[in-house]
């Protein structure tokens, strides 16, 4: 299936795009609460709009390294996930027809390299995204620490 | 594999919202009618493993398409789909052999849960 | 769902139906008995509604609504159609028409509908002879407009306003109960806000302001358990399921097996009733496969040959209790310890501090018994530690009770609604997070001189039982606690059918919470319950404490 439009962003050096439609609302940083368990990546939850919202950092996620920016937040549509993720900045919208070229990525979570006047973009599998997430979680599950206190 | 489904409406608006919804669940919409006769014949070639059936439609109603489709195939399985006001229809639609009625507006959520317990039996 | 891409194909398939309405509309003048005719208006104006209620453009599915009701009546022989049904028929069309162009041009439409579906559901024709009267003719529609479950006799007027008022909503029974949903939620919401007022209260010392707040909070439980009333559905609801799978375990495993089922009509949130079908239908068909003996083996015992499993379904103040209860061959407490000290779950020493009662719950361990190996004694293990986690998360307890020889009954013990839980509110590092108070026996604040080392457990003594400690600091892979004054706070909970002693940073207190989902990636956490927001606007996790150890 091919995105009609894409929102394109930047994590440490490299332009990103995700499909519009995964995307719902761009944000200021806000304040978010750290909960225990789950990788570091995760900055906290955040409310958004009454939904209790997983706020992760892309840029550790990648292992990019987080830079030093304000940065914004990328909020998932609320029907896919209930995930945020914080990017460096994000730029414009661009409409698929701009797209000169297309190639395949190795990356699981890239679905393709995307060449168009803006730059090379590397475009998120949203779906694969999640479901790798899931799965650092499960793989994170705290063990009971064995002997006492 | 995944699984095959006949969506019959006589509004296209309506068949593509569903296609659409169907689509991003993982099934294959394998056929597609706009009335009870074309849907009776499009079963027989398609052998859908679910059909949703809409009730108010011209040349042939839901209901009649229903009995015919069970006729031919005793374990089809037909959901039949309705806005309201057709509730009446919903004993008439069972004992023809429906497997669940979900009324419309389609609710993605509602439509994914009913038609999975369908499948599951 | 985002419905916008679907509005130009709404738009352009709209238009075609209002065409053939109004040209309908003509030829009927012309022939006003043509049955394909007022079929295909009927029709016409049904589809209409129908996308219009998917696009959720209120207006229109009010117009075609009574477009619809009134060409029913007509079908139905109750109404002729003349020159007044046809004008008013295509007044509609131009009604939708013009609406249509607002929604096109996406401005909010300034069009009162109200009045055209009045007109349309009152309207009879003046001339004819057995004209009934206005009030009535609605209601001598049998179109059945209303939801079947949720007509009762109104007035025609105050049916037809309710009519349009669900309409607008979607206007369906299923509908309804998200809006139930969205009450709750909001509700929900408004305890939240009550947490607010309640510590500003507190800051402000202002003893008019507390009573305020705690009349609100009385308001708001009373509010709460009426909302959560409507949400309750009888038993029954699910109950059917229980029998064909009963049926079904006995059959394969050559077994007779009468199954009583009593308190069908005990009522359950839905919510919960969903979450409850493959718990119970894994307690049962564990009675049935491995509670109850075969033929033979029941008569030498001198029992009836037949087995009886029995589902009972009943109500104790706020709370559910549900009981499935055999009469086979029983749980063997010492059996189970030496089952689960084989599998090495548990140490000799651990085995004997066991009462029978704790010994039983052995079987929820994880790993205690796989569907693989099934023995008589594991074999009632088989899912139960998924079936208590499942219990657990709707903030239920699960309880065995068992006589070698008698039978066995394991009774779950439910909330009657989940949404609003109790909760207690411990400090951990830098991190707040909330356990169900169900799953918390007591909290003790215990001195450093109380603790006792046994091999590398520490442990301390209540209630004449010597109970182990754990950090739960460290399970959530915290830095641990200081306590410089020598006290640890800590919760008592059960894990492994024996109590447990949980030290935190900081006992915060019981609060009332509104228990939110966290959605995908979150969901699949494990021993994550859920989210909640604080009266501040502090985001806490709900912690599933057996989940996690």
Redesign the interface.
């Known amino acids: 299936m091919t995105a009609e439009r894409l929102l394109v962003f930047s994590v440490g050096r490299e332009l990103f795009a995700l499909n519009l439609t995964e995307v719902c609302e761009v944000m200021e940083p806000q304040q978010s609460y750290p909960f225990a368990g789950a990788p570091p990546y995760y900055l906290g939850l955040i409310n958004f709009h009454g939904n209790l919202t997983a706020l992760l950092d892309f840029a550790q996620y990648l292992g990019a390294g987080s830079r030093p920016l304000p940065g914004k937040l990328l909020v998932i549509d609320t029907k896919l996930a209930h995930l945020a993720l914080k990017v460096d900045a994000v730029g414009s919208i661009i409409d698929a027809q701009s797209i000169t070229g297309a190639t395949r990525s190795e990356e699981p979570l890239i679905e393709a390299l995307l060449e168009t006047p803006q730059g090379n973009l590397r475009l998120v599998r949203l779906e694969t995204l999640l479901s790798s997430l899931e799965d650092d979680l499960r793989a994170a599950a705290p063990k009971s620490a064995p002997g006492g206190n | 594999m995944a699984i095959k489904v006949m969506i019959v409406d006589d509004s296209l608006f309506m068949r593509k919202m569903l296609r659409d919804i169907l689509t991003e669940e993982g099934y294959e919409i394998c056929a597609e009618a706009s009335d009870g006769d074309e849907a009776v014949a499009r079963y027989r070639e398609s052998l859908p493993d679910l059909v949703t059936m809409d009730i108010v439609m011209p040349n042939k109603g839901g209901i009649e398409a229903l009995q015919e489709i069970m006729a031919y195939d005793a374990a089809a399985r037909v959901v039949m789909c309705s806005a309201i006001g057709q509730e009446a229809l919903t004993t008439a639609a069972t004992e023809a052999g429906a497997k669940a009625f979900i009324l419309k507006p389609f609710n993605p959520e509602l439509v994914t849960r009913v038609l999975r317990e369908v499948v599951q039996g | 769902?985002?419905m916008s891409q679907?509005k130009a194909?709404?738009l352009s398939?709209s238009r075609e139906y209002l065409r053939t309405i109004a040209e309908q509309v003509v030829a009927l003048e012309q022939s006003p008995a043509d049955r394909s005719a007022i079929?295909?208006l009927?029709?016409g104006a049904?589809?209409l509604?129908?996308?219009a209620?998917?696009m959720?453009y209120g207006d229109v599915v009010v117009v075609a609504?009574s477009m619809?009701?009134l060409m029913?009546r007509v079908r139905d022989g109750a109404l002729p159609f003349g020159a007044g049904v046809a004008d008013l028929l295509l007044e509609g069309v131009d009604l939708i028409d013009a609406l249509l162009q607002d929604v096109e041009e996406e401005r909010p439409s300034s069009l009162p509908t109200d009045g055209y579906a009045a007109r349309l559901a009152s309207y009879v024709p003046a001339p004819e002879k057995k004209a009934k009267k206005p009030d009535e003719a609605p209601k001598a529609a049998p179109?059945?407009?209303e939801?079947?479950q949720a007509s009762e006799p109104a007035p025609a007027a105050e049916a037809e306003r309710a009519k349009e008022s669900t309409?607008e909503l979607?206007?369906?029974?299923?509908?309804k109960t998200?809006l139930l949903d969205h009450l709750i939620?909001l509700t929900g919401?408004l305890v939240t806000n009550k947490q607010r007022l309640l510590s500003i209260g507190r800051e402000l010392a202002s003893p008019a302001l507390n009573d305020a707040v705690s009349e609100t909070s009385k308001l708001l439980r009373a509010l709460h358990d009426e909302v959560m009333k409507v949400r309750l559905m009888p038993f029954e609801a699910i109950s059917d399921r229980f029998q064909r799978s009963v049926r079904a375990v006995a059959k394969k495993s050559g077994k007779e097996i009468n199954f009583e089922l009593t308190g069908r009509e005990i009522g359950l949130d839905r919510g919960v009733l969903e979450q409850l079908v493959d718990p119970l239908n894994h307690i049962l068909r564990n009675a049935v496969d491995h509670g109850i003996e075969d033929g033979e083996e029941r008569e030498r015992a001198g029992k009836p040959a037949r087995g009886l499993v029995k589902l009972s379904v009943s109500r104790d103040r706020d709370r559910i209790h549900i009981t499935v209860r055999d009469d086979g061959r029983g749980m063997e407490p010492q059996s189970m310890i030496e089952a689960a000290v084989r599998k090495g779950l548990i140490t000799p020493e651990e085995g004997e501090l066991l009462s029978p009662r704790q010994a039983l719950m052995l079987s929820c361990i994880p790993g205690f018994s796989t569907a693989k190996e099934v023995t008589d004694i594991s074999g009632r293990g088989v899912g139960m530690d998924a079936v208590n986690a499942a219990i657990a998360k709707l903030g239920g307890t699960l309880g065995i009770e068992s006589e070698p020889g008698q039978g066995t009954s394991i009774t779950l013990k439910l909330p009657l609604t989940i949404a609003i839980i109790h909760a207690l509110l411990v400090q951990?590092?830098?991190?707040?997070?909330a356990i169900p108070v169900n799953a918390v026996q007591r909290t003790v604040e215990l001195s450093r001189r109380q603790?006792e080392?046994v091999g590398?457990?520490?442990?301390f003594q209540l209630d004449d039982e010597s109970i182990?400690?754990?950090?739960l600091n460290?399970?959530?892979?915290?830095p641990?606690g200081r306590f410089p004054d020598g006290i640890?706070p800590l919760f008592v909970t059960e894990a492994k059918g024996r109590r447990v002693g949980m030290?935190v940073d900081r006992l915060l207190g019981q609060h009332e919470l509104f228990v939110?989902?966290?959605?995908?990636?979150?969901d699949?956490?494990?021993?994550?319950a859920g989210?909640?927001?604080l009266g501040d606007?502090?985001?806490?996790?709900i912690l599933d404490i057996s989940e996690?150890?």
Request: glycine share 12%.
């Open positions: 769902m985002d679907y194909l709404f398939e079929d295909a009927f029709r049904h589809s509604k129908g996308m209620a998917s959720e609504h619809e009701d029913a179109t059945a407009a939801p079947a309409t979607g206007g369906t029974v299923r509908v998200e939620n919401e951990c590092g830098q991190i707040k997070t603790i080392t590398r457990r520490q442990m182990p400690l754990l950090s460290r399970v959530l892979g915290l641990l640890l030290v939110k989902r966290l959605g995908r990636p979150l699949g956490m494990a021993g994550v989210g909640a927001t606007g502090e985001i806490v996790t996690l150890l």
